[in-house]
């Protein structure tokens, strides 16, 4: 499976946006690229995926390298209820159906 | 909208003892996985259904755990004979389709072996 790297925390102040970077550079044509958070005694959620094109969702906004080796989550005002692990994780679309987690980032939100 | 349920929420067990969790997926979801996580890590796949099929299982799922998903509704994941490495987060996810769709995850399942 490709692998991605994430920077293991970040902090953010509440109300700002928040970019939070993903590099992948092993990365296939076929990989979907993915983006779950965590927060704190819950199960994983889904924030939002794409291919190819930014992507925008009522969650986030997902920019996309041009030559797909990176990827960048951003949330346009972060609140504390953001504070979370983030998971960035690519996703063959005809590959096995789980997905792989790495370590995430923690991003920390201050009032 | 129910989301994915689990139960028990928590289970403190003594080392030996079997444990079984339940996983109620959304309902018309067809796919539904099992995880374990461990304190500080992401999450590791354990073994998915396509209705009642079980149609992979990863190498961390050793011959003391069993899963099952009859009638391709619910799922349950049974560990036999405890040990103190099986203490963590279990979390099922499910999901409609195949290939890229998103999975729902439950709040897990939190399993402490004294």
């Known amino acids: 499976d490709a692998k991605t790297t994430q920077p293991n925390s970040m902090e953010s102040n509440e109300e700002e946006p928040v970019h939070l970077p993903c590099n992948h550079s092993?990365?296939?044509?076929?990989?979907?690229i993915h983006w779950y958070r965590q927060l704190p005694s819950q199960g994983p959620e889904y924030v939002i995926h794409g291919l190819t094109s930014n992507v925008n969702n009522r969650m986030a906004s997902l920019a996309i390298a041009e030559d797909r080796k990176s990827s960048t989550l951003i949330l346009h005002r972060a609140t504390l209820r953001d504070a979370a692990v983030y998971y960035c994780i690519l996703r063959g679309a005809y590959a096995g159906n789980m997905l792989t987690f790495g370590g995430g980032t923690r991003l920390m939100v201050k009032p | 909208d129910t989301g994915v349920s689990q139960d028990p929420r928590h289970k403190i067990t003594k080392r030996g003892q079997n444990v079984t969790f339940r996983c109620d997926p959304i309902s018309e979801h067809n796919r539904l996985y099992w995880y374990r996580q461990t304190l500080g890590q992401g999450p590791e796949f354990l073994t998915y259904f396509q209705n009642e099929a079980q149609l992979e299982k990863s190498r961390l799922l050793s011959d003391r755990f069993s899963a099952e998903r009859p009638k391709g509704s619910f799922s349950t994941l049974e560990i036999q004979r405890t040990e103190q490495g099986d203490s963590a987060m279990y979390l099922c996810a499910s999901s409609l389709g195949s290939g890229v769709q998103p999975q729902h995850f439950g709040d897990g399942t939190r399993l402490s072996i004294l």
């Open positions: 092993t990365i296939s044509g076929t990989d979907y």
